[in-house]
């Protein structure tokens, strides 16, 4: 009875199969790939790459939001007729609020990094050593990136919880504080007394870390150490030229989570603060085309961050290579 | 002769028991004596210590009193559990209620993440098309695209979906869960470019031979993906899955901008405040807020991330290996 009921449907099926076989198999595995990333390729044009133009565009306009006109531009100074121009760009350079904002975003990006990195290379490598519970220590080290959420973050940092008490009272650092240019103190103050929160930045680097020092053959360290090298030389000379591809990947992650997180004041919270009060009349607010120029200037440096980064990592291999 | 022999014999033993302590201590090879293992451990305890800082502050503090608080001789061990805290937390925050709200919202909008994820990266990882190699790096670089980029004009593009045929029916686009639940659908969700990622990297490995012999046997490609491809990436789906609910449960920003302030729990922490303040009129007896309250909102709204972390972190931890960054 049931070889009965399939012999029909596979003939039923033949004709299907001519049908699609008017198609190369080449260009039906074209159609097969563009069907399945089809959702992402559609999302992609109408979420992200045609916003980021519409975006980029607004940068050299005045514009504000109507729920009936949608977003429409206004005249930079009223009667001049200019509806295009960089003035928003200039406004940002002048601005009293946001440009010490910017140079402490910077600053504070540019001194935790290495600090980070430096960090869960050597948590891994403690992990990575032979130790009893390390489920437990990976368990501990990746918590923060679990809880770690918007709200939570800023009421630790306000009760002062983000820092150890021992660390704020330090003479040494507070003389340092006082001694430095404002433009370096400032930011430097601002990373100590949120020590502990940079610190939880660390645990996605870690793991990355763990993974890579995993992958290396300790016959390589048996061979250094016969050799005579010491554990100091076998970490400069093989632990850390092999996870040197990671700490780009870790400095990419780092870079990216730390620049997304939204503070309260800070800069991206001032983006959306311009983009929904800002009114053609308002002094204060500037509206949907200044909210733009913040967002792609923030970018634009955060890029500039990571490129400064990697290259900085990449002239160092080739002076390795020099030596060797 | 015997005295030297004795003699002989006690040098030996001295110097066997030297040899043993000095094995005992610092080991064959510098890393497994005893004294390495304390100095690694010591190390260890107190990064943690220093990493775990903020959440013991959090947890000891939010069952403090007032007077407790205020007591500097009180750090770790609050003199009375203060259970009231919580209780005052649960109820501005809205539990039990809020808490299936929160589960719901962020359920549907993981789960079309997961869904998204696992057809895109199956499709990077398995067909060759034109633009792929493009594309692809597209995809990747939507990572470090600041949502703050493109939100300006996403509120202009969500307001004219909104007034759309499919969305008119189902509650419109802008101010509603949709706003996030299309995007993720269309695989431009919070960090969908790295699930996309781990599903690529899984997908790249299974062999290409077990999809041709299915589609000898005339499967049609979705078969494929959904008879062979998903049962073998269970690992990868709960992975994926389990990231997109706690980086949902985690956003606030975009979250607050175009959904609503009520969505989520932390949301509702956003406003504890004022929550607070009109629940408990400030002036009536006992009504003061103070930071242990606070804290104990905060406790709450990551106690179930907490309890979802220690049931399933072997697959957090895991993840960095899946994604396969480390393995380029």
């Given amino acids: 009875m049931k070889k009965q009921n399939i012999a029909p449907k596979t003939l ?42 519409k975006s980029f565009y607004l940068t050299f306009t005045k514009s504000f939001y109507n729920i009936n006109r949608g977003i429409y531009q206004v005249e930079f100074n009223v009667g001049q007729g200019n509806l295009f121009g960089f003035s928003n760009y200039i406004n940002i350079v002048r601005s009293q609020t946001l440009l010490p904002l910017f140079s402490d975003y910077l600053a504070r990006i540019i001194i935790a990094v290495p600090l980070i990195i430096v960090f869960s290379i050597m948590i891994s490598m403690l992990i990575n050593l032979p130790i009893k519970g390390k489920g437990l220590w990976r368990t501990i080290f990746f918590l923060p990136v679990i809880i770690s959420s918007g709200p939570v973050i800023s009421e630790l940092s306000r009760q002062e919880a983000t820092s150890l008490p021992s660390i704020q009272e330090s003479a040494a ?35 990355i870390f763990l993974a890579g020092l995993q992958k290396i053959d300790s016959s390589v360290y048996e061979a250094a150490s016969i050799d005579g090298a010491s554990p100091w030389d076998r970490f400069w000379k093989i632990t850390l ?31 959306r603060t311009h983009m ?26 955060m890029v500039l961050v990571m490129v400064v980064f990697i290259g900085l990592l990449s002239i160092k291999r080739k002076e390795v290579k020099r030596w060797g | 002769m015997g005295l030297i022999a004795k003699l002989k014999d006690r040098v030996g033993d001295q110097h066997h028991r030297k040899v043993k302590i000095k094995k005992l201590l610092l080991g064959m090879n510098l890393t497994d004596g005893l004294l390495f293992k304390i100095a690694i451990y010591t190390l260890l305890i107190s990064f943690a210590y220093v990493y775990l ?58 789960i079309a993440s997961t869904v998204t994820a696992a057809l895109v990266g199956y499709g990077f990882a398995k ?52 706003a996030m639940f299309f995007p993720a659908l269309f695989g431009q969700g919070l960090n969908q470019s790295i699930f996309i990622l781990i599903f690529y990297q899984f997908f790249k490995t299974i062999p290409q031979v ?24 269970i690992p990868s789906i709960v992975i994926v899955f389990l990231f997109a609910t706690v980086w949902y449960w985690n956003e606030t920003f975009m979250t607050a901008l175009y959904v609503g302030g009520n969505v989520t729990m932390p949301l509702r922490l956003v406003q504890f405040v004022s929550s607070y303040e009109t629940l408990y009129p400030p002036g009536t007896l006992g009504s003061e807020l103070n930071e242990a309250i606070r804290l104990a909102g905060n406790m709450v709204s990551i106690l179930p991330l907490l309890l979802l972390y220690f049931v399933a972190q072997k697959q957090f931890t895991e993840s960095i290996d899946r994604t396969g960054i480390t393995g380029e």
């Fill in chain 2, 53 to 110: 800082y903020p959440l013991l502050f959090m947890l000891v503090n939010s069952f403090k009193t007032v007077d407790d608080l205020i007591d500097p001789g009180v750090k770790w061990i609050p003199t009375t559990i203060e259970i009231e805290n919580y209780n005052r937390a649960f109820k501005v925050l809205a539990l039990p209620r809020s808490i299936f709200g929160t589960l719901g919202y962020v359920l549907k909008v993981a």
């Fill in chain 1, 12 to 53: 039923d099926k033949t004709p299907k199969v001519k049908r699609a076989s008017r198609l190369t198999r080449r260009q039906r595995e074209y159609l097969h790939g563009f069907a399945f990333i089809g959702l992402w390729l559609f999302g992609y044009l109408v979420f992200t790459f045609y916003p980021m133009l």
């Fill in chain 2, 127 to 178: 067909f060759e098309f034109p633009f792929k190699k493009t594309l692809f790096v597209l995809m990747l670089a939507t990572f470090i695209l600041p949502p703050q980029v493109t939100m300006v004009t996403n509120i202009e593009i969500f307001n004219a979906l909104g007034k759309m045929v499919p969305f008119v029916w189902i509650g419109g686009f802008m101010s509603s869960q949709n």
């Fill in chain 2, 210 to 233: 077990l999809m041709e012999s299915a589609e000898i046997d005339g499967a049609g490609q979705f078969k494929i993906f959904t008879k062979i491809a998903l049962p073998s990436a």
């Fill in chain 1, 241 to 271: 030229p092999s996870i040197k591809p990671l700490i780009s990947v870790a400095i990419i992650y780092v870079v990216v989570s730390m620049s997304l997180f939204v503070e309260e004041g800070g800069i991206l919270a001032i983006t």
């Fill in chain 1, 173 to 207: 650092l507070q003389f340092i504080f006082t001694n430095l240019g404002e433009w370096i103190a400032r930011p430097l103050e601002a990373l100590f007394s949120s020590l502990l929160l940079i610190l939880w930045y660390a645990g996605v680097p870690i793991l």
């Fill in chain 1, 276 to 301: 929904l009060n800002g009114a053609p009349d308002s002094q204060v607010w500037l509206g949907y085309g200044y909210a733009a120029t913040i967002a792609w200037i923030y970018f634009i440096l």
